[in-house]
């Protein structure tokens, strides 16, 4: 037995029923369970049995978010030297430029590029997981019942959605909303509707638009001002994306402005990759997703605007510019808000990039729009399984009548 499974079977006393820390019994567990597999093993016949749990699932889930997480510190020191270099800036404010001064600001120093980006992400990580890990162990402590992993996963999302400079108070606030507005006031995880990421998501974007659109917001130095690919694509078309310096290549590895784990497309590709070989994300809704993108794109190219440039804009840039890639794999493929149903899963999908190319081509007002679509169709998933339940029960009556 090793020494980390014995102590804490040594605590498990002072946790349980009885035990002075009682009331605590779901921080123990969380720990305990995350540590080690459950010892716990169903007797009846009656149970669904699978090799999975789960805190599994949701383990599966961040480590395939990693690659983004890589990419969201290289991309953001990346583009925090370059801006400081193009605007003459010596050394960085504050805390972060009493570290940085002792590996310089060179963008092309790989190094320093994560460790800038470093000291931008991980202080919104913690913060994420501090306050939005409060409000998950208070629901549990009060209804006593297991702190579940799919906070893990939400917190991860949630941060790789974001800008780099954020204030930190507004990522406390976005969280907690997503986490009890989005989840708990629900009933907690499996029971939620929204996906809880792109809630707290969608609480900033409303409540602070300053702090989460504009021009001055992707890149982490004061006086800096880039637009995103489709920002500019929005204003200019593809003329202005290229006449910007960005190709489909930079937007294809995420070297661009965005929100910080959004950009790279190859990264989210490889996190795919391994969603569906595990069988965590349903290939379904992905490839419906990018087939509704891939139709309504081309269908709004041939029907063309002299005056709105984005009606151009090819279904590939599409596919690769802003967090649409981002969205598909990791937040529109949540087993719990998404549609149930195999027909439903495609359609659910399709469903959520008709939406995208829709709010980005035809409404002026919001240039990305997967995250809009994604919750709009959370709304729509129990109705979209409801009829193609529906219409089986039509077709086996038939067949049998």
């Known amino acids: 037995m090793s020494a980390t499974r014995a102590f804490l079977d040594k605590l498990h006393p002072h946790f349980a029923k009885g035990g002075r ?195 001055s917001i992707w890149t982490a130095v004061d006086g800096f001002s880039g637009a995103t690919t489709l920002g500019l694509a929005a204003l200019g078309g593809l003329d202005g994306v290229h006449a910007a310096g960005i190709s489909w290549w930079s937007t294809f590895f995420g070297i661009e402005q965005g929100s910080m784990g959004e950009t790279s497309t190859l990264a989210i590709i490889v996190g795919a990759a391994f969603l569906i070989y595990t069988r965590i994300a349903n290939w379904r809704i992905i490839a419906g997703t990018v087939l509704g993108l891939v139709v309504t794109s081309i269908l709004l190219n041939i029907i063309g605007s002299n005056d709105n440039p984005m009606f151009a804009f090819p279904w590939y840039w599409h596919l690769t510019a802003g967090g649409f890639a981002f969205g598909a794999v990791y937040m529109a493929t949540d087993p719990v808000s998404a549609a149930q149903t195999q027909v439903g899963r495609w359609i659910f999908g399709f469903l959520v990039g008709f939406m995208t190319v829709l709010i980005r081509v035809v409404n002026p007002a919001f240039p990305e729009g997967i995250m809009l679509a994604i919750l709009f169709s959370n709304i729509f998933a129990p109705l979209i399984d409801y009829f193609v339940v529906q219409a089986n029960i039509k077709r086996r009556v038939k067949r049998h009548a």
Not at 55 to 84: D, E, S
Not at 151 to 157: A, D, E, K, T
Not at 164 to 193: C, H, M, R, Y
Request: aromatic share 14%; hydrophobic share 50%.
């Open 21 to 215: 820390f009682e009331k605590l019994y779901p921080v123990y567990e969380m720990v305990d369970t995350f540590l080690y597999s459950p010892a716990d093993v169903t007797a009846g016949a009656t149970h669904v049995r699978d090799a999975i749990d789960l805190k599994r699932v949701m383990t599966y889930v961040w480590i395939a978010a990693l690659p983004c997480m890589l990419v969201a510190l290289f991309n953001t020191g990346y583009q925090a030297n370059h801006a400081m270099e193009a605007l003459g800036v010596a050394s960085a404010p504050g805390w972060r430029g009493a570290i940085l001064d002792v590996f310089g600001y060179n963008p092309a120093n790989p190094i320093s590029d994560l460790l800038h980006g470093a000291l931008y992400f991980f202080p919104v990580y913690i913060v994420t997981l501090v306050a939005g890990g409060i409000w998950e162990v208070l629901f549990a402590t009060v209804r006593r019942h297991d702190v579940n992993e799919g906070f893990f996963v939400s917190s991860i999302l949630f941060a790789l959605t974001l800008p780099p400079d954020i204030p930190l108070w507004q990522v406390a606030l976005g969280i907690s909303f997503g986490v009890v507005i989005g989840k708990e006031v629900f009933g907690g995880t499996g029971k939620n509707f929204m996906n809880p990421a792109l809630t707290g998501r969608a609480f900033l974007y409303f409540a602070y638009p300053a702090s989460m659109s504009g021009d």
